[in-house]
C-alpha cells in the first residue's frame, strides 16, 4: 500500500524535526524549502529540558548535549554588574535533560545530516506560491513553476508564513514589537571562564537604555559566547533601512549605547566576530491551525517572541504531537486533535513571552531601579519554579 506523503514547506527546525517523526510514523514526507541550500544562517538559541525530550526520540539529544553548553543557571544582573538574583535554569539533575546553549547552525546541520541519512528528499529555491486542495488530495505550487501534490501540506515556514499568508489570507499579518534585537558570536580570550559552573551560568542584564544578555554555547571554545541585545525603537526600519546598516557602525552604536556597563559586556561587543539584528515582531493568536488539507507548526501557527526561550522547543514539541495524531487518526481527526492538544499550551508561554519583552523597553534611570528591585525580590521569592511548567512538560511518542 502507497504511504500518504506529507508536503511540509519549511526546511528550518520545525520542518525537518517534523519529517523525521512521520517518517517513523509510516508516512512519506517531502520538505520543501525557499532558500537556495542548506545555510548557517542564524546565532544561538537555547533548547529548553522540553524541547530536548523531544530530540532524545530521534537519538539527537545526546550528540546536541555534547556540542553545546548545558544552561543550569540563570543570573539576572543590572548594568553595573550588580547580581539581583542566581535561579536554575534547567539542569538535568531536576529534569533529566538539561536546557542547552547552541548555536542554530549547528541543531539545524543534525537534523539535516539525519534527514539526508534517512533518505527523505529535500527540495530546495521552492518558494511557495499557492495551495489548493480538493477532496482526495492537496498540491503546492512554487514560484519555480513547479507544483507537488500530496494528501496533507505542513506550514513549518516560521513567523513570515507563506503558508499561513495562503491558506489564510483574511489572517493578520505579524506586527513589530517595538524592540530590535541584536546579537550573534564573540570571541575574546577575557572570556574565558574560571571554572565549569561559571561556563554554565547565562547572564541576564538589565540597564536603563535596553537589555544585554550572553552565555557560552560551544563545548570546543571555551572563549566563546553567543550573546544578544534588545534595544527600543518607535518604528519598524525598512528592509532598506536594514540591508544599508553597516557592522562597523551598527558595533561602535553598541559600544557607545552600553558604554559604562560593567564587563564582559564591552568586550562582548568589541569582539564580536558577526552580527546579526533586526525587528523582534509577535503574531496575534490564531483560532484555527488548519483549514482543509493544510496545517501549520511553529512559529507559522504560533510565533512566540524570544524573551521566554522557548520557540525551538515549541517547534519541536509541535512536530512530535502532529506527527502522533497523524500515525493514529485521519488527517482531519488529527488536525483538530493537535490543536487541541497544543493551543492552551501555548497561549500560555506566548502570553509569558510578551509579558517579559515588556521589562526590556528603556526606562529612566529611576524607573529602572525600581523594575530592577522589584524582578529581584520576585526571582529571589518565586525563581526557583519559574520554568517548572514549561520545563516538566513532556510531548512522547507513545
Known amino acids: 500500500m502507497t504511504r500518504p506523503k506529507v508536503l511540509i514547506i519549511g526546511g528550518g527546525i520545525a ?23 542548506p545555510s548557517d544562517i542564524g546565532g544561538g538559541l537555547q533548547i529548553a529540558p522540553n524541547g530536548m525530550r523531544v530530540l532524545s526520540q530521534l537519538d539527537l539529544a545526546e550528540p546536541l548535549r555534547t556540542s553545546g553548553i548545558e544552561s543550569d543557571e540563570f543570573c539576572f544582573e543590572d548594568q553595573s554588574g550588580r547580581v539581583m538574583a542566581c535561579i536554575p535554569n534547567g539542569p538535568s539533575s531536576r529534569y533529566g535533560l538539561p536546557a542547552i546553549f547552541i548555536s542554530r547552525s549547528v541543531l539545524h546541520a543534525k537534523l539535516l545530516r539525519e534527514i539526508n541519512r534517512q ?19 492537496v498540491a503546492a505550487e512554487f514560484a519555480d513553476g513547479s507544483s507537488a501534490e500530496g494528501s496533507i501540506l505542513v506550514g513549518a515556514d516560521g513567523i513570515h508564513s507563506q503558508t499561513r499568508r495562503v491558506v489564510f489570507p483574511d489572517t493578520s499579518a505579524p506586527f513589530y514589537t517595538g524592540l530590535m534585537v541584536i546579537g550573534g558570536f564573540a570571541r575574546d580570550p577575557a572570556l574565558q571562564p574560571a571554572n565549569t559552573r561559571l561556563q554554565s551560568r547565562a547572564h541576564m ?4 537604555n535596553g537589555f544585554f544578555g550572553y552565555g557560552y554555547y560551544d563545548s570546543a571554545e571555551a572563549t566563546a559566547v553567543m550573546w544578544w541585545s534588545h534595544q527600543q525603537r518607535g518604528s519598524e526600519p525598512s528592509r532598506e533601512e536594514l540591508h544599508a546598516i553597516d557592522a562597523d557602525g551598527l558595533r561602535e552604536r553598541l559600544i557607545e549605547r552600553h558604554q559604562g556597563w560593567a564587563e564582559p559586556v564591552p568586550t562582548i561587543v568589541r569582539s564580536a566576530q558577526r552580527i546579526l539584528w533586526g525587528p523582534i515582531h509577535d503574531l496575534a493568536d490564531l483560532k484555527t491551525w ?24 515549541l517547534a519541536l514539541e509541535d512536530a512530535i504531537c502532529l506527527a502522533r495524531h497523524l500515525r493514529k487518526a485521519s488527517f482531519a481527526d488529527a488536525f483538530a486533535a493537535y490543536q487541541r492538544e497544543r493551543q492552551t499550551r501555548v497561549g500560555k508561554l506566548v502570553t509569558e513571552a510578551r509579558r517579559r519583552g515588556h521589562a526590556k523597553h528603556a526606562r529612566t534611570p529611576g524607573e529602572a531601579r525600581i523594575r530592577n ?11 526557583n519554579r519559574m520554568f517548572e511548567e514549561a520545563y516538566r512538560y513532556a510531548a512522547d511518542w507513545d
Do not use: N, W
Open 15 to 37: 520542518g525537518p524535526a517534523l519529517a523525521l517523526f512521520l517518517k517513523k510514523a509510516g508516512l512519506q514526507p517531502v520538505v520543501f524549502e525557499a532558500h537556495e541550500g
Open 119 to 137: 533518505d527523505i528528499p529535500i527540495h530546495y529555491s521552492k518558494r511557495l506560491r499557492g495551495v489548493t486542495s480538493s477532496a482526495y488530495s
Open 205 to 208: 542584564i538589565y540597564g536603563a
Open 290 to 313: 488548519f483549514r482543509d488539507r493544510a496545517v501549520l507548526i511553529g512559529d507559522a501557527a504560533h510565533a512566540i517572541s524570544p524573551h521566554a526561550g522557548q520557540g525551538v522547543s
Open 373 to 383: 528591585f522589584i524582578m529581584g525580590m520576585f526571582l529571589r521569592l518565586r525563581g
